[in-house]
Protein backbone atom coordinates (compact mmCIF):
# COMPACT_ATOMS: atom_id res chain seq x y z
CA UNK A 1 0.00 0.00 0.00
CA UNK A 2 1.31 3.63 -0.71
CA UNK A 3 2.37 5.53 2.09
CA UNK A 4 0.65 8.61 1.55
CA UNK A 5 2.01 10.09 4.66
CA UNK A 6 5.81 10.50 3.75
CA UNK A 7 5.88 13.54 2.55
CA UNK A 8 8.04 11.87 -0.99
CA UNK A 9 5.02 13.73 -2.87
CA UNK A 10 5.52 17.03 -4.66
CA UNK A 11 2.26 17.95 -4.60
CA UNK A 12 -0.76 18.09 -2.25
CA UNK A 13 -2.44 14.49 -1.60
CA UNK A 14 -6.20 15.37 -2.49
CA UNK A 15 -8.04 15.23 0.65
CA UNK A 16 -10.43 12.28 -0.65
CA UNK A 17 -7.40 9.80 0.25
CA UNK A 18 -8.07 11.14 3.75
CA UNK A 19 -11.41 10.71 3.99
CA UNK A 20 -11.61 7.72 2.73
CA UNK A 21 -9.11 5.69 4.93
CA UNK A 22 -10.80 5.67 8.78
CA UNK A 23 -8.66 2.82 9.19
CA UNK A 24 -5.49 4.53 8.43
CA UNK A 25 -5.52 7.40 10.19
CA UNK A 26 -7.37 7.07 13.39
CA UNK A 27 -5.90 9.33 16.27
CA UNK A 28 -3.27 12.04 15.31
CA UNK A 29 -0.45 12.85 18.09
CA UNK A 30 2.47 15.51 17.18
CA UNK A 31 5.80 15.95 19.26
CA UNK A 32 5.82 19.72 20.58
CA UNK A 33 8.97 21.29 21.86
CA UNK A 34 10.31 18.88 24.01
CA UNK A 35 6.96 17.00 24.44
CA UNK A 36 4.43 14.42 23.05
CA UNK A 37 0.88 15.24 22.91
CA UNK A 38 -1.72 12.80 23.77
CA UNK A 39 -3.37 11.17 20.85
CA UNK A 40 -5.97 13.39 19.47
CA UNK A 41 -8.86 11.94 17.84
CA UNK A 42 -11.34 13.18 14.97
CA UNK A 43 -13.11 12.23 11.87
CA UNK A 44 -11.82 13.00 8.68
CA UNK A 45 -15.00 15.12 6.85
CA UNK A 46 -14.61 17.58 4.14
CA UNK A 47 -16.61 20.04 5.94
CA UNK A 48 -15.23 19.73 9.36
CA UNK A 49 -11.57 18.60 11.53
CA UNK A 50 -8.24 19.84 10.84
CA UNK A 51 -8.87 20.25 6.90
CA UNK A 52 -12.18 22.05 6.66
CA UNK A 53 -11.51 25.14 4.67
CA UNK A 54 -13.18 28.53 6.09
CA UNK A 55 -14.79 29.61 2.93
CA UNK A 56 -14.39 29.12 -0.83
CA UNK A 57 -12.95 31.18 -3.29
CA UNK A 58 -12.89 29.25 -6.94
CA UNK A 59 -12.19 32.31 -8.64
CA UNK A 60 -8.64 32.64 -6.50
CA UNK A 61 -7.62 28.80 -5.51
CA UNK A 62 -5.74 27.05 -6.64
CA UNK A 63 -2.99 30.26 -7.73
CA UNK A 64 -0.47 29.56 -10.15
CA UNK A 65 2.56 28.55 -8.51
CA UNK A 66 5.90 30.82 -8.94
CA UNK A 67 8.70 28.44 -10.22
CA UNK A 68 11.36 30.93 -8.60
CA UNK A 69 10.24 29.55 -4.86
CA UNK A 70 9.91 25.90 -4.94
CA UNK A 71 10.99 25.21 -1.23
CA UNK A 72 14.95 25.07 -1.97
CA UNK A 73 14.41 21.50 -3.34
CA UNK A 74 12.86 20.16 0.06
CA UNK A 75 10.08 17.41 0.14
CA UNK A 76 6.57 18.95 0.41
CA UNK A 77 5.04 18.84 3.71
CA UNK A 78 2.16 16.14 4.45
CA UNK A 79 -1.31 18.96 4.35
CA UNK A 80 -2.43 16.63 7.41
CA UNK A 81 0.55 17.33 9.33
CA UNK A 82 0.93 20.96 8.67
CA UNK A 83 -2.86 21.42 9.81
CA UNK A 84 -2.30 19.82 12.79
CA UNK A 85 0.61 21.22 14.77
CA UNK A 86 0.68 24.97 14.54
CA UNK A 87 1.37 27.91 16.80
CA UNK A 88 -1.61 30.12 18.03
CA UNK A 89 -1.57 31.15 21.14
CA UNK A 90 -4.83 32.97 20.78
CA UNK A 91 -6.38 30.06 20.45
CA UNK A 92 -3.69 27.09 22.45
CA UNK A 93 -1.92 29.06 24.45
CA UNK A 94 1.28 28.21 26.08
CA UNK A 95 1.90 25.41 23.70
CA UNK A 96 2.05 24.27 20.32
CA UNK A 97 0.10 21.81 19.30
CA UNK A 98 -3.88 20.94 17.50
CA UNK A 99 -4.98 24.16 17.34
CA UNK A 100 -7.79 23.49 14.85
CA UNK A 101 -9.60 21.53 17.64
CA UNK A 102 -10.13 25.21 19.05
CA UNK A 103 -10.88 27.47 16.08
CA UNK A 104 -14.44 26.00 15.51
CA UNK A 105 -16.26 29.55 17.04
CA UNK A 106 -13.73 31.84 14.63
CA UNK A 107 -15.33 33.50 12.66
CA UNK A 108 -13.58 34.73 9.42
CA UNK A 109 -16.40 36.83 6.80
CA UNK A 110 -16.44 39.90 6.81
CA UNK A 111 -12.72 40.55 7.32
CA UNK A 112 -10.89 43.75 7.33
CA UNK A 113 -7.67 45.43 7.88
CA UNK A 114 -7.47 48.83 8.67
CA UNK A 115 -3.92 50.30 7.05
CA UNK A 116 -2.44 53.94 8.15
CA UNK A 117 -0.10 55.42 10.08
CA UNK A 118 2.74 57.08 8.56
CA UNK A 119 1.18 57.21 4.72
CA UNK A 120 -0.14 58.79 2.34
CA UNK A 121 -3.54 57.10 1.77
CA UNK A 122 -4.56 55.22 4.54
CA UNK A 123 -6.91 52.84 3.43
CA UNK A 124 -9.24 49.86 4.84
CA UNK A 125 -8.91 46.27 2.33
CA UNK A 126 -11.64 43.86 2.97
CA UNK A 127 -11.20 40.59 1.26
CA UNK A 128 -12.29 41.60 -1.90
CA UNK A 129 -9.72 44.04 -1.85
CA UNK A 130 -7.36 42.06 -0.55
CA UNK A 131 -8.13 39.28 -3.57
CA UNK A 132 -8.16 41.53 -6.60
CA UNK A 133 -4.29 41.58 -5.92
CA UNK A 134 -2.72 39.22 -8.06
CA UNK A 135 -2.53 35.77 -6.06
CA UNK A 136 0.34 33.54 -6.60
CA UNK A 137 1.72 30.15 -5.09
CA UNK A 138 5.03 30.01 -3.18
CA UNK A 139 6.62 27.18 -1.77
CA UNK A 140 8.78 28.14 1.58
CA UNK A 141 10.20 27.20 4.36
CA UNK A 142 8.91 27.69 7.82
CA UNK A 143 11.19 27.42 10.80
CA UNK A 144 9.52 28.00 14.44
CA UNK A 145 12.51 28.97 17.24
CA UNK A 146 10.83 25.91 18.94
CA UNK A 147 13.29 24.08 15.76
CA UNK A 148 10.57 22.32 14.40
CA UNK A 149 10.41 23.11 10.17
CA UNK A 150 8.07 22.47 7.53
CA UNK A 151 7.87 23.14 3.83
CA UNK A 152 4.85 24.73 2.87
CA UNK A 153 3.04 26.51 -0.38
CA UNK A 154 1.89 29.52 0.50
CA UNK A 155 -0.97 31.75 -1.63
CA UNK A 156 -0.41 35.29 -1.61
CA UNK A 157 1.15 38.65 -3.06
CA UNK A 158 4.03 40.16 -1.94
CA UNK A 159 3.41 42.99 1.33
CA UNK A 160 5.13 45.78 -0.93
CA UNK A 161 2.46 45.66 -2.89
CA UNK A 162 -0.10 46.74 -0.56
CA UNK A 163 2.15 48.53 1.33
CA UNK A 164 3.25 50.84 -2.19
CA UNK A 165 -1.13 51.79 -2.58
CA UNK A 166 -0.72 53.09 1.42
CA UNK A 167 2.07 54.78 -0.36
CA UNK A 168 4.35 55.23 2.89
CA UNK A 169 5.72 58.73 4.03
CA UNK A 170 9.65 59.93 4.46
CA UNK A 171 8.97 59.15 8.24
CA UNK A 172 8.16 55.88 8.05
CA UNK A 173 11.09 52.98 9.28
CA UNK A 174 8.82 50.48 10.48
CA UNK A 175 5.91 48.18 10.15
CA UNK A 176 3.69 46.99 13.28
CA UNK A 177 1.16 44.30 12.53
CA UNK A 178 -2.03 43.62 14.89
CA UNK A 179 -3.81 40.10 15.30
CA UNK A 180 -7.51 39.76 15.88
CA UNK A 181 -8.80 40.19 19.57
CA UNK A 182 -11.98 38.14 19.84
CA UNK A 183 -12.12 36.76 23.31
CA UNK A 184 -15.66 34.99 22.53
CA UNK A 185 -14.30 33.50 19.64
CA UNK A 186 -10.76 32.81 20.56
CA UNK A 187 -10.41 30.66 23.58
CA UNK A 188 -6.63 31.75 24.31
CA UNK A 189 -7.51 34.98 25.08
CA UNK A 190 -8.33 34.22 28.40
CA UNK A 191 -4.81 33.72 29.52
CA UNK A 192 -4.40 37.60 30.90
CA UNK A 193 -0.50 37.42 31.76
CA UNK A 194 0.30 37.96 28.17
CA UNK A 195 -0.27 41.49 26.64
CA UNK A 196 -2.74 40.65 23.74
CA UNK A 197 -3.75 41.80 21.42
CA UNK A 198 -0.73 39.98 19.50
CA UNK A 199 1.00 42.46 17.41
CA UNK A 200 4.71 41.91 15.43
CA UNK A 201 6.64 44.15 13.81
CA UNK A 202 9.09 44.56 10.57
CA UNK A 203 11.42 47.24 9.61
CA UNK A 204 10.37 49.32 6.47
CA UNK A 205 13.16 47.40 4.04
CA UNK A 206 12.04 43.82 5.56
CA UNK A 207 8.43 44.28 4.59
CA UNK A 208 9.27 45.74 1.41
CA UNK A 209 11.19 42.60 0.36
CA UNK A 210 10.39 40.87 -2.33
CA UNK A 211 9.67 37.35 0.20
CA UNK A 212 7.53 39.22 2.63
CA UNK A 213 3.96 37.94 1.99
CA UNK A 214 0.52 38.55 2.26
CA UNK A 215 -1.08 35.24 2.62
CA UNK A 216 -4.66 34.43 1.92
CA UNK A 217 -4.35 30.72 1.22
CA UNK A 218 -2.07 27.10 1.51
CA UNK A 219 -2.21 24.12 -0.35
CA UNK A 220 -4.25 25.78 -2.59
CA UNK A 221 -7.06 26.73 -0.87
CA UNK A 222 -7.78 29.78 1.34
CA UNK A 223 -6.05 29.98 4.49
CA UNK A 224 -7.12 27.15 7.25
CA UNK A 225 -8.40 28.90 10.75
CA UNK A 226 -5.47 27.40 12.38
CA UNK A 227 -2.83 29.00 10.24
CA UNK A 228 -4.19 32.39 10.14
CA UNK A 229 -6.89 33.06 8.06
CA UNK A 230 -8.15 34.71 6.36
CA UNK A 231 -4.68 36.87 5.93
CA UNK A 232 -1.24 36.37 7.62
CA UNK A 233 2.01 37.59 7.33
CA UNK A 234 4.92 35.31 6.46
CA UNK A 235 8.68 36.10 6.05
CA UNK A 236 10.31 32.76 5.84
CA UNK A 237 13.90 33.79 7.04
CA UNK A 238 12.62 34.50 10.68
CA UNK A 239 11.24 32.79 13.19
CA UNK A 240 7.89 31.98 12.98
CA UNK A 241 6.60 34.03 15.31
CA UNK A 242 7.43 36.70 13.70
CA UNK A 243 4.85 36.29 10.73
CA UNK A 244 1.46 37.74 12.46
CA UNK A 245 -1.84 36.08 12.35
CA UNK A 246 -5.44 36.93 11.22
CA UNK A 247 -4.13 40.62 10.59
CA UNK A 248 -6.69 43.09 11.46
CA UNK A 249 -4.26 46.12 11.57
CA UNK A 250 -1.51 47.10 9.46
CA UNK A 251 0.57 50.17 10.84
CA UNK A 252 3.32 52.49 9.19
CA UNK A 253 5.58 53.86 12.19
CA UNK A 254 8.27 56.34 12.95
CA UNK A 255 10.07 54.71 15.76
CA UNK A 256 10.74 51.06 16.48
CA UNK A 257 7.33 49.75 17.98
CA UNK A 258 6.87 46.92 20.47
CA UNK A 259 6.32 43.36 19.85
CA UNK A 260 4.66 40.77 22.01
CA UNK A 261 7.33 38.77 22.49
CA UNK A 262 10.11 41.06 23.13
CA UNK A 263 8.20 42.24 26.40
CA UNK A 264 9.56 41.48 29.83
CA UNK A 265 10.53 38.62 31.00
CA UNK A 266 11.34 37.54 27.13
CA UNK A 267 13.33 40.27 25.48
CA UNK A 268 16.58 38.23 26.29
CA UNK A 269 14.71 35.16 24.20
CA UNK A 270 12.78 36.64 21.09
CA UNK A 271 14.36 39.87 19.80
CA UNK A 272 13.25 42.36 17.36
CA UNK A 273 14.75 41.10 14.24
CA UNK A 274 15.30 37.56 15.14
CA UNK A 275 16.36 35.74 11.88
CA UNK A 276 16.62 32.24 11.98
CA UNK A 277 20.67 31.62 12.89
CA UNK A 278 22.19 28.64 13.56
CA UNK A 279 24.85 31.03 15.87
CA UNK A 280 22.38 32.60 18.05
CA UNK A 281 21.38 30.21 20.46
CA UNK A 282 18.23 30.80 22.10
CA UNK A 283 18.94 31.19 25.80
CA UNK A 284 16.97 27.51 26.71
CA UNK A 285 18.18 25.74 23.34
CA UNK A 286 20.30 25.52 20.55
CA UNK A 287 19.64 26.22 17.29
CA UNK A 288 22.38 24.61 15.17
CA UNK A 289 19.58 22.09 14.08
CA UNK A 290 16.54 21.86 13.15
CA UNK A 291 13.84 18.85 11.74
CA UNK A 292 11.19 19.11 9.19
CA UNK A 293 7.90 17.69 10.49
CA UNK A 294 6.83 14.00 8.49
CA UNK A 295 4.67 11.45 9.24
CA UNK A 296 4.36 8.09 8.71
CA UNK A 297 0.98 6.55 9.94
CA UNK A 298 1.26 9.06 13.03
CA UNK A 299 3.34 13.00 12.61
CA UNK A 300 6.74 12.47 14.17
CA UNK A 301 10.33 14.22 13.65
CA UNK A 302 11.86 13.59 11.01
CA UNK A 303 15.69 13.43 10.87
CA UNK A 304 17.80 15.85 12.42
CA UNK A 305 19.91 18.60 10.03
CA UNK A 306 21.47 21.57 10.56
CA UNK A 307 20.36 24.96 10.38
CA UNK A 308 20.93 27.27 7.82
CA UNK A 309 21.79 30.86 8.39
CA UNK A 310 18.84 32.73 7.15
CA UNK A 311 16.32 29.44 6.84
CA UNK A 312 18.32 29.42 3.64
CA UNK A 313 17.35 32.97 1.74
CA UNK A 314 20.70 34.21 2.32
CA UNK A 315 20.78 35.29 -1.27
CA UNK A 316 17.42 37.53 -0.58
CA UNK A 317 18.11 38.89 2.09
CA UNK A 318 21.75 38.35 4.00
CA UNK A 319 22.50 42.18 2.57
CA UNK A 320 20.02 43.73 4.73
CA UNK A 321 22.37 42.20 7.99
CA UNK A 322 25.83 43.24 7.54
CA UNK A 323 26.16 43.11 11.47
CA UNK A 324 24.66 39.48 11.35
CA UNK A 325 26.61 37.08 13.55
CA UNK A 326 28.25 34.64 11.59
CA UNK A 327 30.33 33.13 14.18
CA UNK A 328 28.92 30.89 17.60
CA UNK A 329 27.35 33.26 20.18
CA UNK A 330 26.94 32.70 24.07
CA UNK A 331 23.14 32.31 25.22
CA UNK A 332 22.10 35.86 26.60
CA UNK A 333 21.20 36.06 30.51
CA UNK A 334 17.82 37.77 31.98
CA UNK A 335 18.29 41.63 31.32
CA UNK A 336 20.12 41.17 27.98
CA UNK A 337 18.23 42.41 24.27
CA UNK A 338 17.92 39.76 21.82
CA UNK A 339 18.67 40.95 18.40
Known amino acids: MKNYFDGSRLDPTDEQIYFNRRQFIRHISLASAGSILLPVPFQLQANSGPLAVPFERNDVFPAKRNGRYEGQGLKMTDRLVAATHNNFYEFLPNRGGPVWKYTENFKVQPWKIKVGGECHKPKTFDLDDIFKFEQEERVYRFRCVETWAMNVPWTGFPLNKLLKQVQPNSRARHVRFIT ?4 A ?40 KQHGSPVRIITPWKYGYKS ?13 PSTFWGAKPYQHEYGYLSNVNPNVPHPRWSQKWDYMLVANVMPR ?16 VGHLYPDEPTKPQLPLRSG ?3 R
Open 185 to 224: QMPGLSQRHYQWPYHEALRLDEAMNDLTLIVTGVYGKPLL
Open 180 to 183: ANKP
Open 301 to 316: RGPRRPTEIFNGYADQ
Open 336 to 338: QLA
Open 244 to 256: CKSVVRIELVRDQ
